[in-house]
């Protein structure tokens, strides 16, 4: 079974940087989009920004409210998607944990519905003054 596991979350103040990472094991990454996803308290869980294979443009989307300000990025040698954040906010203040996605057609773009049904623990960001 495929198992994702998430770090680098942390407490910071408004407007500060994390860079949070994604390491997949057990299965290559390569031939997949992976997303970041994040679920604040009392919230449902949430795509925020995904990346889609290298063969397929390693193109990557974000949702609007971290647009500018959140960067994804995948290194397919090491198993390894990453999450640069940048000025933080306190709405940032969620449990964000990555996930394998299907890739949209014909647009060859990724989207938010998951692969697979196995979650990691997530890493826990929070942002206050």
């Known amino acids: 079974q495929v198992q994702f596991s998430e770090s680098g979350g942390d407490s910071v103040q408004i407007g500060g940087s994390l860079r949070l990472s994604c390491s997949v094991s057990?299965?290559?990454?390569?031939?997949?989009?992976i997303a970041w996803f994040r679920q604040a308290p009392g919230k449902e869980r949430e795509g925020i920004s995904c990346?889609?294979?290298?063969?397929?443009?390693?193109?990557?989307t974000y949702r609007d409210s971290v647009k500018g300000r959140f960067t994804i990025t995948r290194d397919d040698t090491k198993n390894l998607v990453y999450l640069q954040m940048n000025n933080l906010k306190p709405e940032d203040t969620s449990i964000y944990y990555c996930?394998?996605?299907?890739?949209?057609?014909?647009?060859?773009?990724?989207?938010?519905?998951?692969?697979?049904?196995?979650w990691g623990q997530g890493t826990q960001v929070t942002v206050s003054s």
């Open positions: 057990k299965y290559p990454i390569s031939a997949f989009s």
């Open positions: 990346i889609s294979s290298a063969a397929n443009g390693g193109l990557p």
């Open positions: 996930q394998s996605v299907k890739l949209l057609q014909p647009s060859r773009r990724c989207g938010f519905e998951a692969v697979n049904d196995s």
